[in-house]
């Protein structure tokens, strides 16, 4: 498994996989409990290696089908020279503007289309798997970018949204070490150190976590997702006080969300600090009606405070059929 993660990571591109899929197979035979990996060559043959060429993401969203940040190719639509790149450059931006409409059905057959007419488009890949990404369709949306990545493996961006699809997918020993590519080629690379903190937490690493999303917040001081990360990380390690302030920073963000009011709420809770925690749990449910989680919560904080009438009306709410019994 260390040599597949250290040729992974190498320094030079010809000391990595091919592409994705060879790292894939290398990591799944490697994770094999009855097979022994055989030492990897530390280069490529010449005769087998790739032009460098990339893909993208979304943050707990994606981040939208944009050109990578470090992509090696430099224009934004990427496409060879005996196809017809009006049309492709049209398809992809019809695409992006699917994108923002979140109508990913209809984004994700303008990409398509893109790919029909130049199959080695980069950006027509990426935007394809940020289409399926968005779906919910991860397992589609990480083979997407997993073309885009042939085509440019130098892009940060592509690498972070094949860490979020894989940490969508549970494959989290996977997802991390496409975080530390991303950042091997950008270090200051707030979405990758974000990414990596999410996958420490769910490998259960809370202090490595700590230290990613605390580095993100070095390159961005607003970025929402490291805020409500370290609150995630500081609850795991029960430093509840600091899981507070980290989520209340979160909101001074983006004050507007629902799952930090509710974060804030369940710290405040550990704390005993219960009516704290209702005012947020008002928040919560203000910004959505529907939440079960902020509900479940409330109801929880009203018998806490021997308030059992409130505490029923918070569970019906809590139900799939709210109110009906």
């Avoid at 320094?11 to 996989?17: D, G, I, K, S």
């Avoid at 589609?140 to 699809?165: C, R």
């Amino acid at each position: 498994m260390d040599l597949v993660i250290q040729r992974a990571l190498a320094p030079r591109p010809e000391e990595r996989f091919i592409n994705m899929m060879d790292f894939m197979q290398a990591f799944d035979l490697a994770c094999r409990p009855t097979t022994k990996m055989r030492p990897l060559p530390s280069t490529i043959p010449s005769e087998v290696r790739t032009s460098p060429q990339g893909r993208n993401m979304t943050s707990s969203a994606i981040v939208s089908a944009g050109t990578s940040r470090n992509s090696s190719v430099n224009q934004q639509y990427v496409s060879r020279s005996h196809v017809n790149t009006g049309t492709v450059r049209e398809k992809c931006r019809e695409g992006d503007q699917y994108l923002k409409m979140q109508h990913y059905s209809q984004a994700l057959s303008a990409y398509e289309e893109a790919l029909r007419i130049d199959p080695h488009n980069f950006y027509a890949w990426n935007g394809k798997g940020t289409a399926l990404y968005n779906q919910g369709n991860y397992r589609k949306a990480l083979e997407a970018y997993q073309h885009a990545t042939d085509i440019d493996p130098e892009s940060a961006t592509v690498w972070v949204s094949a860490g979020l699809a894989l940490n969508r997918l549970q494959r989290y020993q996977q997802a991390l070490v496409h975080f530390e590519r991303a950042l091997s080629i950008d270090p200051h690379y707030v979405a990758a150190w974000n990414g990596k903190g999410d996958a420490q937490l769910d490998m259960n690493m809370p202090d490595d976590a700590l230290n990613s999303y605390q580095q993100a917040l070095t390159y961005d001081s607003r970025s929402f997702q490291a805020w409500n990360g370290l609150g995630h990380a500081r609850s795991s390690l029960r430093d509840y006080p600091g899981s507070v302030e980290a989520y209340t920073r979160a909101l001074l963000v983006n004050s507007r969300s629902a799952v930090a009011w509710c974060n804030k709420a369940e710290a405040l809770m550990r704390l005993g600090h219960n009516r704290a925690a209702l005012d947020a749990l008002n928040e919560a449910t203000e910004m959505d009606k529907g939440y079960i989680r902020a509900w479940t919560l409330k109801a929880e904080v009203y018998e806490s405070l021997g308030n059992p009438q409130e505490a029923q009306k918070a569970r019906r709410r809590a139900r799939p059929w709210g109110t009906i019994n």
